[in-house]
């Protein structure tokens, strides 16, 4: 079997390509909070430095998993699985992304 060097360019950005956190106002996704994150790969525990209503991610592969809680150190009240909206009533106030496997 062979693969062009294009092929195999292209397979490695994909798979290096970054997701996207965005915090929210409201539990809709629609009212920003203006802070956004970025990035190719997994974080650990990130706190939020205030209490959010909902997270918004995007463009996360199958590799990752998106946890959202309501601790400053990602405890308690999770939300968590791939792209989409994320709501709870106690609001986010941490995050992290981590491997799948």
């Avoid at 209503?53 to 699985?81: N, P, R, W």
């Avoid at 989409?84 to 009533?89: D, M, P």
Wanted: glycine share 10%; net charge negative; charged share 10%.
């Amino acid at each position: 079997m062979q693969f062009s060097f294009a092929a195999l360019l292209v397979a490695s950005v994909s798979s290096a390509a970054a997701w996207n956190i965005t915090t929210f106002t409201d539990d809709k996704c629609t009212d920003s909070t203006g802070w956004e994150l970025s990035q190719p790969g997994s974080i650990g525990c990130v706190s939020l430095g205030e209490t959010v209503s909902s997270v918004l991610v995007e463009k996360m592969s199958d590799d990752f998993h998106f946890i959202g809680s309501s601790g400053y150190a990602c405890d308690t009240f999770h939300q968590s699985g791939g792209n989409g909206c994320y709501a709870q009533g106690q609001g986010f106030q941490s995050i992290q992304v981590i491997p799948v496997n």
